[in-house]
DNA sequence: CTTTATTGTAATAATTTGAGACAATAGTAT
DNA sequence: ATACTATTGTCTCAAATTATTACAATAAAG
């Protein structure tokens, strides 16, 4: 079949633009986003995680940026899209590229499941970096929605995840690490929580994520020191001892 | 002029394959690395800034990523090049993706300014992610050396830098939060320095970077109560009073 | 009205950090 | 030779911070 070897730039332009419509769809080729999307029930962190039609795939939610659209914005269409939230604490923390990340045969596999044309989302089969983002969600007031390739979202508890595929059981590790490092500095724990909470439930969220036990008498001296809770009124859980304050973010 | 309107994905894949040749050169399209390259000469925190041919324009060394490679590898390859130096503390932070950082009109100033080709660098011009990165480098052993497009590669102090291109001056301000946050307590200041330096010079990094004094004799009690340091001979300074000693990091 | 588990806060002990003090030098000046 | 000067390494004691214990104040149950 004869093909044009030589075209002039003209004809580039427009071949190329011609097979963006057709294979990246008005996306960023190559590039992609994922997301650790936490969230706290009281007593576990968790995180959700996508299974992919007919295929046992588990994955993060994710998604491919717009031309038009800013990276920041692309992960939080994603993370809203898949929780219905608005307003998420949401931080990117690490771009992963890594020639071995990519896995074309469990996209096909992918692609396959939901009846997809292979062809037509060659693109899909590509190398992909993905710049990560981590968000803090209020876990009572989320309905986890499955994006369109996927059958399931569910919450899964950080230290009973299944495989997951490609490098994403490498990035939620990373997610736990620099959360871990950035909690205390940018006390961001409130973001998991209700907007009113006992002083217990906050530390709960602080042993949860540090991994340790705390001190209840230091940990109380300690956050209110900072000056950044503001009390509200007492709440009453009909249990046979004195009622704790609730308590709120200021500002 | 006629031109195909639906080819096959056999033709989609070799017409693209064409046109990554004609236009990415074996890059990775849209994504670009910058990195900021500190240096310490004893007195003032530098980086390293390229000026490009004709234009007036300075900008943070970066480059692309080629298909075969992976991001860690392209930034490696890039700060070596520029400084020719191997082995290289070097740390993702963060990547930049705004809709407004790409500026097409500065990129044909420096193709113009090169004598290259608008057209068949036309890709240059499309919207680009910053993957970024920053190194801590040994200031002395260093000879920097321009890129193809640059005139001329110069260290400066950060608080004397040029106006740089596009977004690159804030890419510099984040790359300077990001390493206080990180400076205490990755322990990484060793990487501004010769293998062995006095415990003055060690301080000295510490205050330029934190921005701060800090008392002598607690910076020691602490830094050696560390347990990192490695006491070596005394350095004869030619000074009339007691020498100091050298030390270098543990293992 | 006593008991129980939990909460809020104060008091005290332990640890870490700040701020001087001081002896030991390596060269310079006398 | 001897005294002088600026700097270094280390020690001591004070100040501040953090850990641990103690204890009174509940809210509901028995």
Redesign the pocket.
């Known amino acids: 079949m004869p093909f044009c070897l030589y075209f002039d730039s003209n004809m580039v332009d427009r071949a190329k633009k011609k097979i963006d419509n057709i294979e990246h769809k008005g996306f960023i080729p190559n590039v992609s986003y994922d997301s650790v999307i936490f969230g706290f029930n009281g007593k576990q962190l968790k995180i959700l995680i996508l299974e992919y039609y007919n295929t046992g795939l588990f994955a993060l939610p994710g998604g491919f940026v717009k031309r038009n659209e800013s990276l920041d914005a692309a992960a939080e269409r994603g993370v809203r899209e898949r929780t219905g939230l608005d307003q998420i604490y949401l931080e990117q923390f690490y771009t992963f590229g890594s020639l071995t990340r990519s896995d074309p045969q469990a996209m096909e596999r992918i692609l396959e499941g939901n009846g997809m044309d292979r062809q037509a989302h060659q693109w899909m089969l590509d190398r992909f970096l993905s710049v990560s983002y981590y968000a803090l969600i209020n876990y009572d007031e989320v309905t986890p929605k499955p994006d369109e390739l996927s059958d399931n979202i569910n919450w899964y508890p950080i230290d009973e995840l299944p495989p997951l595929m490609m490098d994403h059981n490498q990035i939620v590790n990373k997610a736990l690490e620099v959360l871990r490092d950035n909690f205390e500095k940018k006390l961001i724990g409130m973001n998991l929580l209700p907007s009113k909470f ?3 439930q906050l530390q709960m969220v602080y042993e949860t994520i540090l991994g340790k036990k705390l ?4 940990f ?3 956050i ?2 900072m000056d950044i809770l503001e ?1 509200q009124e ?1 709440l ?10 609730l308590y709120s973010f200021k500002s």
């Open positions: 006992t002083m217990k001190r209840r008498t230091s109380q001296r300690r209110l020191g009390r007492k009453y859980q009909g249990k046979a001892h004195k009622a704790p304050y």
